[in-house]
């Protein structure tokens, strides 16, 4: 990234055409991909709710007109995606980034600015940060990158697309002309950032937006900003100050929703006791839900819990609270910026537990100066408490934070795309790290796999969307199937499919190609017993193919797993296959495949 010169104004260029009527501004927010049948899955907009909101609160609402996507960004595949919202024919898209949907967002939006060449696109949301590998390539879809806390410059954003008025406003990066094609400049702006107290940020409380979802969870904040500094954390890049809601709007937000049907709602502040009016919050909890209807979950801070704060909790209705020990080698937290107050933590989660409220504990491995001996310690805490959650977590390289800032000095390798999962440290080779997975998987369960059968002649981790490829001649023309859905089965019918294993190759690598962001699973229906081979030949064929942010999150260090494009077995209907053969082939995907 190259600062380019400052003129008063941006590229001409990023300003829309003139226009006597309201520009079209789409929120996009592309779902985590769950390949998990039994879950829901959850892509609740917060940061579009709250953008909105800014946007109605300044004279820059009059010169737009928010249309939605609907529900066709949580569910379409990416090609059906791209024509509805190619539909949509939006002037701007205001898209927010995570971890697990920056590179299928980018991918989105390259597709659709080819389509409609006068978008204009601004990003923001917990991924973007400065020097972020993908967000300011050249072939970035991006005009504006917004790093942090976005309510107060997104008006001066869209402002920039409507004339080309320079928002100079700190950690807002422009696109700016470059010399040749090979070349992007961005110009970040200098003037610091009004930041507005929370109140005046969050979208009223009784906005359509503040509802639960159809399985009655919803959401709550209550606060922004953290009294933390954890070197792992880019939390701190979008607030540096504290600011909350008072206990009476706090009351206020939890009888709507209650009215509304919640059954369930998360408060989404990084510390939840570090309100500075946090116990007339708890009260404000209680008074809101006299009957314990609604479920509470919150993150909290153990090592400054007490008894009476604990026993209030429980009283409001708090099912769960998260906590976050990490280490339990002192010299280890120095490093990563935690306190090394790990009894008064130990006994903070035994308040927890001792007033029915279940403690999730999470504790990180594959940190700088961590050896085998924190992580066994490591291990044993979170065995010392049965009816826990245990949580024992990589460490990720988040963009923007200090570890991934300070990984060649501190001897951190990890993964260059998303999650950015630690590989090795100055004390641990990737073998060593891969042992640590496995002891903790035999221990604690690790990453639950969602597939409780590969092979059989029944599947119940099917996806609901499946479509039929008949395959009779093994030299026929290759068309990629179109996927429907963002969970799409491809079911694979024929005879002597051994026979035809690289036009089955073909065809998956092809549908990959068409599709590489949804999730797949490719399901054989042989009508006879085939060799094994077949299967080992379609599963080289799909570790050939690049890796999507599934694979690498599930994956131990130098391994390659199958999560976000599985290879089944089911025989043809009709045809009765040996239990032995089911068996084995359900034995070699289950070791290659999450």
Not at 393 to 415: F, K, M, N
Request: hydrophobic fraction near 45%.
């Amino acid at each position: 990234m190259n600062a380019g010169r400052r003129n008063g104004q941006t590229d001409a260029n990023l300003a829309l055409k003139p226009k006597n009527k309201p520009g079209r501004l789409l929120f996009l927010q592309v779902p985590r991909a769950d390949a998990d049948v039994s879950s829901p899955g959850e892509n609740v907009m917060l940061a579009a709710a709250c953008l909105e909101a800014a946007l109605a609160r300044s004279t820059e609402s009059r010169e737009w007109t928010v249309v939605s996507a609907g529900d066709a960004q949580d569910r379409l595949s990416d090609g059906l995606l791209l024509d509805h919202l190619t539909a949509c024919a939006p002037d701007c898209i205001a898209a927010t980034c995570y971890l697990w949907n920056v590179e299928r967002t980018l991918h989105l939006l390259r597709l659709l600015k080819r389509r409609l060449p006068r978008l204009r696109v601004a990003l923001g949301g917990p991924e973007v940060a400065p020097h972020h590998p993908l967000l300011f390539a050249r072939c970035s879809p991006a005009d504006v990158v917004a790093v942090g806390e976005g309510e107060s410059a997104f008006p001066g954003i869209l402002r920039l697309f409507r004339t080309g008025a320079d928002p100079d406003v700190e950690g807002v990066a422009c696109r700016t002309p470059a010399d040749g094609p090979s070349f992007v400049r961005w110009r970040w702006g200098t003037q610091p950032r009004p930041l507005h107290p929370l109140a005046d940020l969050l979208p009223a409380a009784d906005a359509p937006v503040n509802r639960p979802d159809a399985y009655g969870m919803a959401y709550l904040e209550t606060s922004r900003g953290c009294p933390l500094r954890c070197a792992f954390c880019c939390y701190n890049l979008r607030r540096a100050r504290w600011s909350a809601i008072s206990p009476q709007a706090v009351y206020e937000r939890v009888h709507i929703l209650r009215q509304r049907g919640a059954r369930e709602i998360r408060l989404v502040d990084p510390t939840f006791n570090a309100h500075p009016q946090f116990d007339a919050v708890v009260d404000a909890l209680a008074r809101a839900n006299p009957d314990r209807h609604v479920a509470f979950f919150i993150e909290v801070r153990a090592d400054t819990l007490t008894d009476a704060q604990a026993a209030a909790l429980a009283a409001a209705g708090v099912a769960e609270a998260e906590v976050g020990v990490q280490s339990t080698d002192p010299a280890v937290l120095r490093i990563i910026r935690r306190g090394a107050h790990t009894h008064r933590t130990l006994q903070g989660i035994g308040l927890l537990r001792q007033h029915g409220i279940r403690p999730t504990v999470d504790f990180m491995y594959a940190l700088p100066g961590q050896g085998r001996e924190d992580l066994a310690r490591s291990l044993a805490w979170l065995e010392r408490f049965p009816g826990a959650h245990p949580q024992f977590l990589p460490l990720l390289l988040l963009p923007g934070t200090e570890l991934r800032d300070r990984a060649d000095e501190l001897g951190l390798v990890a993964q260059r795309l998303p999650p950015y999962r630690v590989v090795a440290t100055d004390r641990l080779r990737a073998r060593d790290l891969r042992a640590v997975e496995q002891e903790a998987a035999r221990r604690l369960g690790g990453f639950d796999s969602p597939t409780r059968r590969f092979a059989g002649c029944t599947l119940p981790d099917l996806f609901a969307d499946r479509q039929i490829m008949i395959l009779e001649h093994a030299d026929a023309a290759v068309r990629p199937p179109s996927a429907v859905s963002n969970r799409q089965a491809l079911i694979l019918r024929g005879d002597n499919l051994f026979e035809k294993r690289e036009h089955l190759a073909r065809i998956i690598r092809a549908a990959v190609h068409a599709e590489p962001h949804i999730l797949w699973q490719f399901v054989l229906e042989p009508r006879q017993e085939e060799p094994l081979d077949l299967l080992d030949r379609i599963l080289s064929e799909l570790r050939r193919i690049p890796s999507h942010w599934l694979d690498r999150l599930v994956a131990p260090p130098g391994r390659r797993i199958l999560a976000a494009r599985r290879l089944f077995v089911r025989p043809a209907r009709g045809v009765r296959l040996s239990r032995e053969w089911l068996t084995a082939c359900d034995d070699l995907l289950a070791t290659t495949s999450h």
